[in-house]
């Protein structure tokens, strides 16, 4: 009986530490998937990698958050510039996705041309599971008071892994 439980359990933990193992071993390899861009209903998701993420324009700064115990440096593109290269109607609401399915909806006037980041540099290096990454979407709380709100706090999704477009008729929760 003890042998049976601890194989049930054992199975249950593979099964929910498996994709987050898979998103660590992702750092390790430039050429794998860190964020999937759903730009409509009829497109094939866009695949974009640590590499091409470091291809466009990095924005930097450094900030406090609720969820760090000091101060650190955040570095990748803006999401309106990631939205931009994939070819994202910007008048769209936009679905942001973490690894263990939180999300929230950001309406097009949310996306300014620097801010939020998409950030996949913590203080100038990768970052892992653990850390929050390897994507963490941020704000600058620290440099713009409008940013140190509740609203944003709750749009600082780390572990992202989706950004998908809400298209017409689907509702702000549509695919969760």
């Known amino acids: ?18 994709p987050f193992l898979a998103m660590d071993r992702a750092l390790a390899d430039d050429a794998a998937v860190l964020l999937s861009v759903q730009v409509s209903q009829d497109t094939p998701p ?15 700064f450094v900030t406090s958050t609720l969820w760090t115990s000091e101060e650190h440096s955040f570095s990748g593109p803006s999401l309106r510039q990631v ?4 070819g994202a109607d910007p008048s769209v609401p936009v679905r942001l996705v973490a690894a263990n399915d939180y999300a929230v909806t950001l ?8 801010y939020p980041i998409i950030a996949n540099r913590l203080d100038g290096e990768t970052f892992s599971i653990r850390e929050k990454g390897p994507l963490w979407v941020m704000y600058p709380f620290d440099q713009d008071s409008r ?5 944003h706090y709750s749009l600082s999704v780390w572990q992202l892994t989706e950004v998908r477009l809400v298209q017409p008729g689907e509702g702000p929760d549509a695919g969760n």
């Open 46 to 60: 866009i695949g974009l990698t640590d590499a091409d993420l470091l291809a466009m324009d990095q924005k930097s």
């Open 83 to 86: 939205l931009e290269q994939v």
């Open 147 to 151: 940013y140190k709100t509740e609203l």
């Open 107 to 114: 309406d097009p006037e949310m996306i300014d041309d620097d």
């Open 1 to 18: 009986m003890e042998k049976r439980r601890f194989m049930i359990l054992f199975a249950i933990a593979l099964t929910v530490a498996t």
